[in-house]
């Protein structure tokens, strides 16, 4: 079965900062990955997804990852933080177990702070 | 383009009362739907899934059922609320049969306190 472990609940940096969020999986198979934002009292908004095309994903807002097999990781980063970056964020894996059901197994998710 | 919509935006409900939360998906036919829960300070647990209508999967025993009356519809009720039952519910889509590279598109969640 498919999972993945966020590591830090909470994240807090400086702005301009180095914003580097982390996330392991675990997967017998190849994984499909994705990165959410959520704003408060928003839904979750699609960052960027690793399907295997490339290691180094880029996706929205400035934001990144890679994917390093050795690890079993894929950290979410982006280079300067802006306050406007202050959000929860969730890696989440599909759910290759269940079919074509198109399932996602969701992280417990990091809140990231920006001080100014 | 694809939208999604979700009401009410927030809810305040007794214990014991009845809950209908809808969902429609706009610009697509045919959707996978889904039914997340967010709890305060927790992740997403998915509650319900559906392949087409009718058809709906159960990931967790609760005091929750879902159902899919039309393509682009899905609605999750409750006969009697529990405080439990409190949080953040998100509807998702995608497309189905597009392979599990297919990233989910949430809705606006609706925000449910029960007193």
């Known amino acids: 079965a498919q999972s993945v472990t966020q590591l830090g609940s909470h994240v807090s940096v400086s702005e301009g900062a180095l914003v580097l969020l982390r996330c392991n999986y675990s997967?017998?198979?190849?994984?499909?990955l994705f990165w959410y934002v959520q704003y408060p009292n928003q839904g979750l908004q699609l960052l960027l997804k690793?399907?295997?095309?490339?290691?180094l994903v880029k996706g929205i807002n400035g934001f990144e990852a890679e994917f390093k097999k050795s690890e079993t990781s894929f950290h979410l980063t982006k280079p300067s933080a802006h306050m406007s970056d202050a959000a929860e964020y969730f890696c989440a894996v599909s759910d290759r177990g269940s079919g074509n059901t198109g399932k996602l197994i969701f992280g417990q998710g990091t809140t990231l702070q920006v001080k100014p | 383009s694809q939208t999604i919509h979700q009401w009410p935006a927030t809810l305040v409900q007794p214990v014991g009362s009845p809950l209908s939360l809808e969902c429609t998906v706009e610009?697509?036919?045919?959707?996978?739907l889904y039914w997340y829960r967010q709890a305060a300070g927790r992740g997403l647990q998915l509650l319900f899934y559906?392949?087409?209508?009718?058809?709906i999967s159960s990931e967790v025993p609760q005091n929750l059922s879902a159902s899919r009356p039309q393509d682009r519809q899905f609605i999750l009720s409750s006969k009697k609320l529990l405080l439990s039952d409190s949080g953040f519910y998100l509807c998702?889509?995608?497309?189905?049969?597009?392979?599990?590279?297919?990233?989910?598109?949430f809705g606006n969640g609706t925000r449910l306190t029960v007193t």
């Open positions: 997967s017998s198979v190849p994984p499909y």
């Open positions: 610009g697509t036919s045919n959707p996978n």
């Open positions: 559906s392949v087409g209508i009718g058809q």
């Open positions: 690793y399907t295997s095309a490339a290691t």
């Open positions: 998702a889509w995608t497309t189905a049969g597009t392979g599990l590279n297919s990233p989910l598109h």
